[in-house]
């Protein structure tokens, strides 16, 4: 999906009413370009290839490193939904044909997943938040449907899941044999894909885990901003990021000369081949290796397919440098780190409550909490995507809590904004928790026109 039209789906998202370390310094950069393994100039199919994220043999993570001396307190885990079908039909087309059905005998496969669907068929009588309960608990169509999870998305999470088991669980025993609900703490907006998702990581994570202990909450935003989602300075720096792709699209006369050829070929004006946001449905062609479609005039083909991602990439790069979108990505996040600090903090004091937190989300989820933490050098995220708070307790000196940030199996702590330079006045592979809350506090708002609260920064005067 490009940026755009995840900003776009945004709007609709958001409720009306808005309302000694052993880490080598290299492991810490692999969000960076590397030059041995990537492309010395931008290559759209090698971006494709990592944002199609398709399963293969366990990958390298950096969860879970800390020095002997270290426990872990608590784990709160951002993850986008597994691969989907589009969103969006290329008109006059036929939709690509993918089976949506859970099977053994397909690729990409997991070990767990027969096991997954039959605990699956036990739980419809779940107590979820409405209106989460009438939702299909796994893919199950022989025809996908628009946006539903497929067999690939739920491998992703399973494989998310096992992993984090085997770290957090077996290594560090974050819960007890005989952990209970309160626990956990589980949030998923309202669509089948996030909370099959999260299913499908939770049960990679907790295998056959017993159904009264799970309460998955409904978040109406793809913010997760819950009842702080009025935020009209917000939307304001929304409509000017908005209005700079417009601008930067115009000026692209080769992505216009490909959206008219593509036009031509399914014999629909250029604007309306534009609406249809092509790239949508080109991307599962591309990430299930289906032939694009075809019409008597013509094929639409790998060279169109090149000229728009190889634009989506051009894209996030202006947006990097421009910065409106920093503008949105901190009051657009702020919600939802605050809320993860209130939850680190009391777990910092003691208390056993959720001290594993999923939130199940959108790449328009993840997105603007990666701009906001400085990640700007962070890929727009992935199917799959896992971006992760740990929260640590220095057993040498019990009162310092220290937190590491991992997006996609990468520690990025020393990448924040709040905590680039740490690393050189202190030996720990870590950030004090205390640099985090003061971000979330106070200095997100620096940046914006000096306002100290969330309440004001929203509703400043003069933007």
């Given at each position: 999906?490009?940026?755009?039209?995840?900003?776009?789906?945004?709007?609709?998202?958001?409720?009306?009413?808005?309302?000694?370390n052993?880490?080598?310094?290299?492991?810490?950069?692999?969000?960076?370009?590397?030059?041995?393994?990537?492309p010395?100039?931008t290559?759209?199919?090698?971006?494709?290839?990592?944002?199609?994220?398709?399963?293969?043999?366990?990958?390298r993570?950096?969860e879970?490193?800390?020095?002997?001396?270290?426990?872990?307190?608590?784990v709160?885990?951002?993850?986008?939904?597994g691969?989907?079908?589009?969103?969006?039909?290329?008109?006059?087309t036929?939709?690509?044909?993918?089976?949506?059905?859970?099977?053994?005998?397909?690729?990409?496969?997991h070990?767990?997943?027969?096991?997954?669907?039959?605990h699956?068929?036990?739980?419809?009588?779940?107590?979820?938040e409405?209106?989460?309960?009438?939702?299909?608990?796994?893919?199950?169509?022989?025809?996908?449907?628009?946006?539903?999870?497929?067999?690939?998305?739920?491998?992703?999470?399973?494989?998310?899941?096992?992993?984090l088991?085997d770290?957090?669980?077996?290594?560090?025993?974050?819960?007890?044999?005989?952990?209970?609900?309160?626990?956990?703490?589980?949030?998923?907006?309202?669509?089948?894909?996030?909370?099959?998702?999260?299913?499908?990581l939770?049960?990679?994570?907790?295998?056959?885990?017993?159904?009264?202990?799970?309460?998955?909450?409904?978040?109406?935003?793809?913010?997760?901003?819950?009842?702080?989602?009025?935020?009209?300075?917000?939307?304001?720096?929304?409509?000017k990021?908005?209005?700079?792709?417009y601008?930067?699209r115009?000026?692209?006369?080769?992505?216009?000369?490909?959206?008219?050829?593509?036009a031509?070929?399914?014999?629909?004006?250029?604007?309306?081949?534009?609406?249809?946001?092509?790239i949508?449905s080109?991307?599962?062609?591309?990430?299930?290796?289906?032939s694009?479609?075809?019409?008597?005039?013509?094929?639409?083909?790998?060279?169109?397919?090149?000229?728009?991602?190889?634009?989506?990439?051009?894209?996030?790069?202006?947006?990097?440098?421009?910065?409106?979108?920093?503008?949105?990505?901190?009051?657009?996040?702020?919600?939802?780190?605050?809320?993860?600090?209130?939850?680190?903090?009391?777990?910092?004091?003691?208390?056993?409550?959720?001290?594993?937190?999923?939130y199940?989300?959108?790449?328009?989820t993840?997105?603007?909490?990666?701009?906001?933490l400085?990640?700007?050098?962070?890929?727009?995220?992935?199917?799959?995507?896992?971006?992760?708070f740990?929260?640590?307790?220095?057993?040498?000196?019990?009162s310092?809590?220290?937190?590491r940030?991992?997006?996609?199996?990468?520690?990025?702590?020393?990448?924040?904004?709040?905590?680039?330079d740490?690393?050189?006045r202190?030996?720990?592979?870590?950030?004090?928790?205390?640099?985090l809350?003061?971000?979330?506090?106070?200095?997100?708002?620096?940046?914006?026109?000096?306002?100290?609260?969330?309440?004001d920064?929203?509703?400043?005067?003069?933007?």
């Amino acid at each position: 999906m490009d940026v755009l039209t995840a900003l776009l789906l945004l709007v609709h998202l958001i409720p009306v009413s808005t309302a000694k370390n052993g880490v080598s310094s290299k492991s810490r950069k692999r969000i960076l370009p590397d030059p041995v393994t990537e492309p010395p100039v931008t290559d759209p199919i090698y971006e494709a290839r990592l944002y199609c994220n398709i399963p293969s043999v366990a990958e390298r993570s950096m969860e879970g490193h800390a020095p002997h001396h270290f426990k872990l307190v608590s784990v709160h885990v951002f993850i986008r939904h597994g691969d989907r079908y589009p969103l969006y039909v290329i008109p006059k087309t036929k939709r690509p044909e993918i089976d949506c059905t859970l099977v053994a005998n397909r690729k990409p496969y997991h070990p767990k997943l027969e096991a997954f669907v039959s605990h699956m068929s036990k739980g419809p009588g779940a107590s979820f938040e409405s209106p989460l309960h009438s939702l299909p608990l796994y893919p199950n169509h022989p025809l996908c449907e628009m946006g539903e999870l497929t067999q690939t998305g739920v491998v992703q999470h399973l494989q998310n899941g096992q992993l984090l088991r085997d770290i957090y669980l077996k290594k560090h025993r974050l819960l007890p044999n005989d952990w209970s609900a309160e626990q956990l703490y589980l949030e998923t907006t309202g669509k089948s894909r996030t909370l099959q998702s999260g299913l499908a990581l939770l049960y990679g994570f907790l295998p056959d885990f017993d159904w009264k202990k799970i309460y998955f909450r409904h978040q109406p935003s793809a913010l997760f901003c819950s009842g702080n989602c009025y935020c009209p300075v917000r939307n304001q720096y929304l409509e000017k990021e908005q209005r700079r792709q417009y601008l930067l699209r115009l000026k692209n006369s080769q992505l216009e000369r490909t959206y008219g050829e593509m036009a031509k070929i399914v014999d629909v004006p250029t604007k309306q081949l534009r609406a249809a946001n092509p790239i949508d449905s080109m991307l599962c062609h591309f990430c299930h290796n289906v032939s694009f479609p075809c019409t008597r005039n013509g094929c639409i083909d790998m060279e169109h397919f090149k000229v728009i991602k190889t634009h989506q990439i051009e894209d996030e790069r202006e947006r990097r440098e421009k910065k409106l979108y920093l503008g949105y990505a901190l009051l657009g996040a702020h919600p939802i780190l605050n809320q993860t600090i209130s939850r680190m903090q009391r777990a910092a004091a003691g208390r056993k409550e959720e001290i594993f937190t999923l939130y199940s989300a959108h790449d328009v989820t993840l997105s603007p909490v990666l701009s906001a933490l400085g990640l700007m050098e962070a890929r727009f995220p992935r199917f799959a995507a896992r971006l992760i708070f740990e929260l640590w307790q220095d057993m040498e000196k019990p009162s310092e809590h220290s937190v590491r940030i991992l997006y996609n199996g990468v520690d990025v702590t020393f990448h924040t904004s709040f905590c680039q330079d740490h690393h050189k006045r202190s030996l720990k592979p870590m950030c004090p928790l205390e640099n985090l809350v003061h971000f979330v506090k106070r200095d997100m708002f620096v940046s914006l026109g000096g306002s100290t609260n969330y309440y004001d920064a929203c509703h400043r005067e003069g933007f």
